[in-house]
């Protein structure tokens, strides 16, 4: 199969905050390391030893937060392509192969007066694929993620697990019809050229008149994840 997102679905125009944010990472990568000037050649190596490795730390941590965000955006970017063009036709290269085969999903049908239904797959990469696809078809929607910083976010766990949330508008042929927010749990595949894939996704699909685009700052998702 074709290499996913993360090496191809990268769009320049969507990412001049992300070249601001290097930008800083850079910058502070500079302050970390003059702040190791000026020790003594007298002075314990072990305090240099743990100054520098303490530095060390902080940029990569710096440099870790803005890859994940980024790639947050490109596989956000990737996936709700694929989804959306997968609505009116099965000739696209949506399928299980992007999911672990014991993945989870979980779709929440609301409206303003609260939760109207939802469905549920589990432990099946097939049902997974088939399900959230299966109800974007049956009402006809379509996904339009909101790419700027308040509308995406990604963050990386200690064991290399990567969350990302994001948030945005629904669509019915030209009518924005409500909101959506999805959080999905990303975990390499060594045995699939080490690409990510999705191990477990919620979404909420939230019918009603739209004033302003979506942001985190009030997603219900981004509380239960600490994202």
């Known amino acids: 199969p074709p290499p996913l997102f993360f090496f191809h679905a990268y769009s320049p125009t969507l990412h001049s905050s992300t070249s601001r944010g290097l930008g800083d990472v850079y910058k502070r990568q500079a302050e970390l390391v003059s702040s190791l000037d000026g020790i003594s050649l007298d002075q314990d190596m072990f305090e240099l030893r743990a100054r520098r490795k303490k530095a060390a730390a902080r940029i990569n941590s710096l440099i870790s937060s803005q890859q994940c965000q980024e790639m947050a955006i490109n596989f956000a970017c990737w996936y709700f392509q694929l989804l959306n063009s997968s609505v009116d036709t099965d000739q696209t290269d949506w399928g299980p192969s992007h999911f672990w085969p014991d993945s989870s999903a979980k779709v929440s049908l609301m409206s303003g007066a609260g939760e109207q239904a939802s469905m549920e797959a589990h432990h099946s990469a097939s049902e997974v ?9 049956r009402h006809r929607l379509t996904c339009n993620p909101n790419l700027c910083e308040e509308g995406i976010r990604g963050r990386l766990e200690a064991h290399g697990l990567v969350l990302v949330l994001v948030c945005g508008t629904l669509h019915t042929s030209s009518n924005v019809c409500g909101v959506f927010e999805q959080v999905f749990w990303l975990v ?40």
């Open 188 to 227: 390499r595949d060594p045995g699939a050229q080490n690409n990510w894939k999705i191990k477990n996704t919620e979404a909420r699909l939230v019918a009603g008149e739209v004033q302003q685009q979506p942001k985190l700052t009030s997603s219900s998702l981004a509380m239960f994840d600490g994202l």
């Open 129 to 137: 694929c088939d399900m959230l696809v299966q109800v974007m078809r």
